[in-house]
Structure formats: C-alpha cells, structure tokens
C-alpha cells in the first residue's frame, strides 16, 4: 500500500523559511515522480514542485521559482521542499503526491495524473 506522509509545516513570518518533508513508502516502482500541490481556501488545487525519480530533474511553479527547492533522499525515500522568503500568499495546505511513471513537463501540473496523496500539512505565513 503506497503511504505517503507529510510533515514540516507551521506559522512563520513572512520572509522566514520552511522545510516540508515527504516520506513515501510501499511502491516498488524505480520511474516515478513526487509531486508538491497546494490548496489555500476557496481557491484549486496548484502544482507548486515536481522531482523525478531516474534523473533528479525537477519543476516548479513560476510563482516560487528562485525562493522554493526540492530535493530528495533516495536512502530515506523522503522528498523536501525547502521554502525560502515566503509570502502570506503562500499559505495553504501542502500536499505531496506520487505520480507513477516518466513525468512529462506538462503532465507534472495536473493533479488528476497523481495516483496517491498524503493527508497535507498547513503552512501559514503572517504578514
């Protein structure tokens, strides 16, 4: 049974930082990607980071380009998402996902293409 669970996530000010961990378990897949959603009040579901399993290469959103980075330890099967300079309206709750095959630079945005999430972890930024 795939399990994935989050973690990290908390009240900072704006500006300050955190880190949100994925530990993922129970697929015996070698090509997959795990995937960074957010989802603030009244509002969808939005890719924020995508990381491969086979290359490492990975995508983001153009709104935390520069300011997130995701990274993974495959020894861990933990997935980060290093949160740098954030902004209140990076408030909402962080879902990571697993997406079960080669990622494509289109196909990493669409939340329908994610086969398993985790329960989601609150990030909020005060002003």
């Known amino acids: 049974e795939v399990q994935l669970v989050e973690s990290g996530g908390g009240l900072v000010q704006a500006g300050g930082s955190l880190r949100l961990s994925c530990a993922a378990s129970?697929?015996?897949?070698?090509?997959?990607?795990i995937g960074w959603f957010r989802q603030a009040p009244g509002k969808e579901r939005e890719a924020v980071s995508c990381i491969a399993s086979t290359d490492g290469s990975t995508a983001y959103a153009e709104s935390v380009k520069g300011r997130f980075t995701i990274s993974s330890d495959n020894a861990k099967n933990t997935v980060y998402l290093q949160m740098n300079s954030l902004k209140p309206e990076d408030s909402a709750i962080y879902y990571c996902a697993l997406y079960m095959g080669t990622i494509t630079t289109w196909s990493w945005r669409v939340a329908a293409a994610y086969g398993s999430w985790g329960q989601g972890t609150q990030v909020t930024v005060s002003s």
């Open positions: 129970g697929f015996p897949f070698d090509d997959y990607a």
